[in-house]
């Protein structure tokens, strides 16, 4: 049965430290399943689109997401690459590992990702908007980056709309 695990907040090293590649002889275990379902979990619980595995202290390249939209399913990626990436635009952003800010931050428009699946299946997810947001983010997560190292305007989210994407 998947638990909420507790999200790192800036400051914890983990959050600081380049995750390790994932063995795929590793995926098929109990405990890599188990560590997926509590990830789902722990996102839908925060509530966010994404949550990468140092965020849960956790040192390895996978991250769970859902955007919510009729497109994209819910996701595991294990061992990311970004393999493509469009114009770049600036966008608002959050993190539940930096809780309560919102800033500015620059992404690409557009952004394709590969990697294995749970089952240790290759997968490509690509798209724009918040589902290209959403991959950028957590592969920096995986990098030992966070939103506040780039973004501008970094402040307490105020409004309605910052405090909803403050939680994403």
């Not at 497109?71 to 590992?97: D, Q, Y």
């Amino acid at each position: 049965m998947p638990y909420i695990r507790e999200i790192l907040t800036d400051g914890h090293p983990t959050l600081r430290r380049v995750a390790k590649r994932v063995n795929p002889k590793e995926i098929r275990e109990p405990l890599f399943q188990q560590l997926i379902d509590d990830m789902f979990e722990t996102m839908y619980a925060a509530p966010g689109v994404g949550l990468a595995a140092p965020q849960i202290n956790v040192s390895k390249r996978l991250f769970v997401m859902d955007v919510h939209d009729d497109e994209h399913e819910p996701a595991v990626v294990i061992n990311p690459k970004i393999e493509e990436l469009g114009e770049e635009i600036e966008l608002r952003e959050g993190c539940l590992s930096v809780p309560g800010l919102v800033g500015e931050i620059v992404r690409f428009k557009r952004a394709a990702v590969s990697g294995l699946d749970r089952h240790g299946e290759k997968i490509r997810i690509e798209g724009e908007g918040l589902l290209a947001q959403c991959l950028q983010h957590e592969i920096d997560h995986l990098n030992g980056a966070l939103y506040i190292d780039r973004a501008k305007n970094l402040r307490p989210a105020v409004t309605d709309e910052e405090k909803e994407t403050a939680e994403a």
